[in-house]
């Protein structure tokens, strides 16, 4: 558990931020959807929000039906879109945090335009999104996530498209803060996303979570514990990953392909919309 | 000595629990809850050290992790 944090009960996190009534969740067994959940509230209660001036905002897909189990407003808006939602939001009131839960197929596929603009703006917003490799809720479509080679519904012969890094794809936009983790251990992303809560201006946070129905099924990765085990294995931290591409051999240099960089990949300050608007309004005396 | 408290409402029987704990204190029971799946249970409550990784890897915030102590006071 990383250092600073307060001790919190599920039973505690139960009663502070779920809509009981809402349980158990749709989710399958397995699925790491609702460890991004509990990652969320823990970071939440680290940070303090107040449930009664935040937002939660998604699209549509399973990672998107987040927002229905917190006891706060939300939107469940229509896919892609999430993130057009959460920036009129935040222009008509800047004193409300929003938080998005999206998909990889809802925030990078279907929402891919979306993402780079609401970068380019700098809007103060929280990005959680869920990246597992598919389009989970309609059956396990290919994503712009799927690893190449990966299987799923529409490539049954091996994904030939090259995946999207979409944490790059941040950075390179100037979003001031950026990283990834998978949910296969709780500390670093409880962190990570406290730190993008507290963040000025876009944060984004790409969750690698086992969705064993739609992906695993058809990739090997079947049971729990073997999709479980493969985010651990497959992942890499970025200060190890920067050593091995630096000093390492040709053979560990070849043992990353295949693996996935995580860690907090930016941490910047950035003037926001809301900084430029405020700024425009005073000089234009609007 | 700690305890764990499962809501069988909520509870799947993924096992991730049982899978991550790093005592093997846990086990997933033979019997069905009233949900239809098999809960952890504790069995080697002398080994659990409260780490409460079990809690934090539940994906429906099933399982709570207790001091017996602060239970029963
Ligand atoms: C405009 C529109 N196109 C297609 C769909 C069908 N659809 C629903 S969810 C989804 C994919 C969701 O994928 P992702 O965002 O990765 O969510 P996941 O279920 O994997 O968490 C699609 C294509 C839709 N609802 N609306
Ligand atoms: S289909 Fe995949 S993403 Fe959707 S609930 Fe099941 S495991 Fe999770
Ligand atoms: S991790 Fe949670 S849902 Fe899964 S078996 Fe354990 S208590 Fe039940
Ligand atoms: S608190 Fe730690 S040691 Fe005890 S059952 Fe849970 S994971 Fe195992
Ligand atoms: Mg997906």
Known sequence: MATGLKIKT?????TNYLRREMFPTIFCDGCGLGNVLNYTLWAIDEVGLDLDRTVFVSGIGCSSRLPGYINADGLHATHGRALAFASGIRAANPDLTVIVFTGDGDGAGIGGNHLLHTIRRNMDVTVILVNNFTYGMTGGQSAPTTPDGGFSSTTPYGNIEHPLDIC??????GAPYVARWPVVSPAQPVKSIAEGIRKRGFALIEMLTPCPTAYGRRNGLKE??????????????????EWVEQFGSPEEREALRGKLKIGVFQDTERETFEDRWAALVAREKL | MH???????????CALCVIY??????????????????????????????CRLCELLCPDFAITVTEEGRVHA
């Open chain 1, 10 to 14: 599920a039973a505690e996190l139960r």
């Open chain 1, 168 to 173: 790059e794809l941040a950075k390179a936009l």
């Open chain 1, 224 to 241: 729990i514990e073997q999709i479980w085990r493969w985010y651990r294995e497959h992942t890499v931290l970025l200060d190890e990953w």
């Open chain 2, 3 to 13: 305890t764990i408290q499962i809501d069988e409402g909520w509870c799947k029987g």
């Open chain 2, 21 to 50: 704990c790093p005592t093997r204190a846990l086990q997933v029971a033979a019997r069905f809850s009233p949900r239809g799946v098999h809960p952890p249970e504790l069995v080697r409550p002398e080994r659990c050290n409260g």
